[in-house]
């Protein structure tokens, strides 16, 4: 179990145009691209329940896929991870309304295997959560800098 979270001066709609959208991801949820180049595979739709992205890349070969499972503009987006091999993890994106802004929950939940978990769960987890609080941060800066803007028509900052 890992969590991570962040607080976003805006209201849960405007979270949700990056979050239910699977297309968005790689400007805020990918691991650092420097490292992995991950090269993305979208499905059609790309948003809502059963919206699927599969990544490949890195000089390991990493594989995995991203799955939205359930999306309520109002309460989040849940999704299943998995990569090459392994057992999908639970996951859930939450917006919790505060005064003024919205705080968002980004919690996965899964098992690793007995040997591995056992060895490296510490690493793991924490490797996870520094992934997870980085992208919450990223996802803070696009929707706090776009506003209620769409984000595919992004504003060039030096003007038209």
Known sequence: HVEESVMINAPPA???VWVNDLGHWSDWAQWNQ???AP?????TPSAGPGATLTWSGGGD????EVRITKSDPT???WFENRTRGGEPSRARLSYVPRPGVTEVIWRDEGELPPIVGGLFLDLFQTRLGKHMAAGLQRLKELVELNGKVDPRVVPNPEGP
């Open 14 to 16: 405007a979270i949700h």
């Open 34 to 36: 420097a490292d992995l």
């Open 39 to 43: 090269h993305n595979q979208l499905s």
């Open 61 to 64: 070969e990493s594989s995995g």
């Open 75 to 77: 309460l989040g987006v």
